[in-house]
């Protein structure tokens, strides 16, 4: 149960050129992902969900590399917590409450030789930004007026990570410098890291990110910090969790290059890899429509239901991805097809598939 003194911090994404960008008007003001203690052995469960904080704080960005089409992406945040860890998703979930993000990183630690093994989850609020049924939604105006689109949510709202170790000697965060939290990471004046002016505290913003380093402004001082080895210790928690958020703040193309990292780990449970795949064809779909880019929808989807064909989502995704392209000459019998093969998996009477069914028979 939470106290009325407790707190959560938060680390923000500057905006970059704020002139010079352009917002879509559908997007939440904020998008955040709140990481909460991790149980564990202390400090050094609290250093283990730092090390992570800040990893996926590394994936935040204002808008892509060589920005040409204009593209923004608002303001990402994450945030950490200082009370008690959850132990179930219930419990993860209710920590949302009061701060301005929308899913939660939670987990333990165990140390183990010399290193630390974490077993990490994410929760995502339900009715959220895509959750709320407009992860992916398209027109069928075909239909008429009173069924004239089709959307689906989110693949999960839990998800349950690999274990994954972090050696402690590659992370220089696991240190008394820096304690418990990113509120002591030492900032410089410059980046020689010779002269430190101040320390992070509870809010910053990055107005510069790199591999290894990243210029920062709090409310006391501006300046340089140095995290080496979060970026050579990647791992696919903080890139799930990044990839989310791009997922929320639209930037499509930043979340296929992170959940590609994700899908590529073998090691990974294969939820977690259909999810990533299930999230990339949607994204690749979007942003093909947002900036042409080659429409990849239907190869991850496919991709997904050679990992489990049997998952009512990996369906709905791959028939999005076939109506998404339904003027093309094999989209709908291969439509009707993957109806036939997998509408046991649906209640009797489905809504979501009696459409995908009346589109098939209108275009016949």
């Not at 904080?53 to 808008?63: D, F, H, I, V």
């Not at 294969?270 to 949607?282: C, E, K, N, T, W």
């Not at 009797?348 to 275009?363: E, F, M, Q, S």
Request: hydrophobic share 45%.
């Amino acid at each position: 149960m939470r106290s009325a003194s407790t707190q959560w911090r938060v680390s923000l994404l500057g905006l970059l050129l704020a002139s010079a960008v352009l917002v879509n008007a559908r997007q939440p003001a904020l998008v955040g992902l709140l990481v909460a203690p991790f149980a564990g052995e202390q400090p050094l469960a609290s250093q283990t969900a730092t090390v992570l904080q800040l990893q996926t704080w590394q994936t935040l960005r204002l808008a892509p590399p060589n920005n040409t089409h204009h593209l923004s992406f608002g303001r990402g945040i994450v945030q950490w917590a200082e009370w008690a860890p959850p132990a179930v998703h219930s419990e993860a979930l209710a920590q949302l409450s009061n701060t301005a993000s929308q899913m939660v990183l939670w987990g333990r630690v165990q140390k183990l030789g010399n290193g630390v093994v974490i077993q990490a989850y994410l929760s995502v609020a339900p009715n959220s930004g895509p959750q709320a049924g407009d992860m992916w939604r398209l027109d069928l105006p075909e239909l008429g007026p009173s069924k004239t689109s089709i959307g689906v949510s989110l693949p999960a709202t839990f998800f349950e990570f690999a274990p994954i170790v972090l050696r402690l000697d590659l992370i220089p965060l696991f240190n008394s410098r820096v304690g418990t939290s990113p509120a002591n990471v030492p900032v410089y004046r410059d980046r020689t890291f010779r002269d430190q002016v101040g320390v992070l505290g509870n809010a910053f913003q990055a107005t510069e990110q790199g591999p290894d380093v990243a210029r920062v402004k709090t409310p006391d001082v501006e300046g340089w910090i140095s995290i080496p080895g979060l970026s050579t210790t990647r791992n696919e928690v903080s890139d799930f969790a990044g990839g989310m958020i791009r997922i929320y703040r639209r930037d499509w193309g930043g979340a296929i290059d992170l959940l590609q990292r994700v899908v590529d780990a073998r090691d990974q449970p294969v939820g977690i890899r259909v999810s990533s795949y299930l999230l990339m064809s949607a994204a690749s779909r979007k942003l093909h429509d947002q900036i042409g880019e080659p429409d990849r929808s239907l190869e991850f989807a496919e991709a997904a239901e050679r990992l489990n064909p049997y998952l009512r989502e990996t369906v709905k995704y791959k028939c999005m991805a076939l109506l998404a392209r339904r003027t093309q000459p094999d989209a709908i019998r291969q439509l009707d097809s993957t109806v036939k093969a997998s509408s046991y998996l649906f209640p009797k009477d489905d809504p979501w598939l009696a459409k995908v069914t009346a589109v098939v028979g209108r275009a016949r």
